[in-house]
């Protein structure tokens, strides 16, 4: 089946230090979306890419969807404390299937 | 209206206690789905409704039985759950099946199986 898997699964980085998460698909993906979810509370949509080496910036986030479109990843630049939380890509699979399927996720701590 | 709006909150139920969790959106949404997160996991797909009809279904134990009344309504009926069905549960909607703008996810029930 489907797998997304995320690399590195916790990081602890300084405030102003940068921060990159990485995801992985066993297979090709029609899309990949990101998502943050703060402690305690629900997924929130981010982003969402379409196209081969698709680069999005929002703000200190840039998001990159690889040429083979079966790998992801999100860099922050200088993290500050709101950036706390699990950031999860979820790919999206064609075909009859028609799900997003969540990686394993990446929980960023960001000391002050 | 840009929320998912699930009820309850909390719940506490034994093993023998039937019970029903609700999610509404009224975006427009006609795609809508049931998530389970476990701590430290990430939300794992239960149930998909597409035009209020039951598009997949995750392999779930019958114990959970979804339910899906109008456009805007979603409902999850649990029966003689297990302990292990302790988690959050979430629901979320999204424009079309093919989530092509992301989900809007509600802020869940977290339940807990005695």
């Known amino acids: 089946g489907q797998q997304v898997m995320q690399i590195p699964q916790y990081q602890h980085v300084q405030e102003g230090e940068d921060f990159t998460t990485y995801c992985n698909s066993s297979?090709?993906?029609?899309?990949i979306q990101w998502y943050k979810q703060r402690p305690g509370g629900h997924p929130v949509f981010l982003i969402q890419?379409?196209?081969?080496?698709e680069v999005k910036k929002q703000k200190r986030l840039t998001f990159q969807f690889g040429e083979a479109k079966k790998n992801s990843s999100l860099h922050i630049t200088a993290t500050q404390t709101t950036d706390v939380g699990t950031y999860f890509c979820?790919?999206?699979?064609?075909?009859?299937?028609?799900?997003?399927?969540f990686g394993t996720g990446t929980l960023l701590a960001v000391q002050p | 209206d840009t929320e998912v709006t699930q009820t309850p909150k909390h719940l506490v139920m034994g093993m023998t206690n039937k019970k029903s969790l609700k999610c509404e959106q009224h975006?427009?949404?006609?795609?809508m789905y049931w998530y389970k997160q476990k701590a430290k996991k990430p939300p794992e797909l239960m149930f998909v409704?597409?035009?209020?009809?039951?598009?997949i279904n995750e392999s779930v134990p019958s114990r959970f039985s979804p339910e899906c009344p109008n456009s805007s309504l979603l409902n999850l009926h649990l029966h003689a759950l297990q302990p292990e069905d302790s988690a959050l549960y979430l629901c979320?909607?999204?424009?079309?099946?093919?989530?092509?703008?992301?989900?809007?996810f509600g802020s869940g029930t977290r339940l807990t199986v005695v």
């Open positions: 979820a790919g999206l699979y064609g075909g009859a299937t028609n799900k997003l399927i």
């Open positions: 409704y597409s035009y209020e009809k039951l598009s």
């Open positions: 979320a909607s999204s424009r079309l099946l093919r989530p092509d703008y992301g989900y809007t």
């Open positions: 975006m427009g949404h006609r795609a």
């Open positions: 297979t090709t993906l029609s899309n």
């Open positions: 890419l379409v196209k081969s080496g």
